[in-house]
């Protein structure tokens, strides 16, 4: 039982560059999330999934598109990446009731955009 | 407007003291508050949650206290412990879709 998953750990960019992170639980959690942290500053909510087939924008959706491919995946895409994406992005994932619970996360992956 | 506020960016405190984090929010719609404790180089992990129709939580060494009128929780971990070293989030949510407003962290070093 892994968890959440994320890929890849690291990666470098290009301004311009596109790239997509990719997520994945085995907890059969019906929602998702994509968080970014910078330094100083706690997570931020990118976008999120409540159930397979929806998707919403959090707190600081714009440069970003996500895709949820089924229920154990969720994707997030940089079309044209910028410096100001350089961060680290962790995803997670809750059972999704609507009631109080518990978000999992993963281990996180490091961009840095040049 | 940062609804979730951790005004100490860093605490240091002796092996085997109480390490006191606090915690304070605006929205008074939250109803259900969250602890995560992070390592470098790894996800955040939960550590313990608190309901708001409760003003206390506990689980071993931690505990949450809430009190509501001054939209402020803390966590209190007795005894502290070397491993204890991380950054200590707190988190508070509300709605159907519980998204997460995490507060800025505030980094705990436990001196042996």
């Known amino acids: 039982n892994a968890g959440v998953t994320q890929t890849p750990k690291f990666q470098v960019l290009k301004t311009g560059q596109s790239m997509t992170l990719q997520c994945a639980q085995d907890m059969n959690h019906n929602s998702m999330y994509w968080y970014r942290q910078d330094p100083g500053m706690g997570l931020r909510l990118i976008y999120y999934?409540?159930?397979?087939?929806?998707?919403d924008k959090g707190e600081v959706p714009n440069g970003y598109n996500v895709s949820r491919l089924n229920k154990r995946e969720f994707s997030l895409r940089l079309e044209s990446a910028a410096p100001s994406q350089t961060s680290v992005y962790f995803c997670?994932?809750?059972?999704?009731?609507?009631?109080?619970?518990?978000?999992?996360f993963g281990p996180g992956t490091r961009l840095l955009v040049l | 407007d940062q609804q979730v506020k951790q005004n100490s960016p860093s605490l240091s405190v002796q092996e085997g003291r109480i390490s006191i984090l606090n915690c304070d929010y605006t929205n008074s719609m939250f109803d259900y508050f969250l602890w995560y404790k992070k390592y470098p180089a790894e996800g955040p992990t939960f550590l313990i949650s608190?309901?708001?129709?409760?003003d206390k939580n506990e689980d071993g060494r931690f505990t949450v206290f809430l009190n509501k009128s001054a939209k402020h929780l803390s966590l209190h971990i007795v005894p502290s412990q070397p491993g204890d070293s991380a950054v200590y989030f707190c988190a508070a949510t509300s709605g159907s879709a519980r998204q997460l407003t995490f507060g800025s962290g505030t980094q705990l070093t436990v001196l042996p």
């Open positions: 997670a994932s809750s059972e999704g009731t609507g009631a109080p619970e518990t978000q999992y």
């Open positions: 608190i309901s708001s129709i409760k």
């Open positions: 999934s409540a159930s397979e087939g929806t998707t």
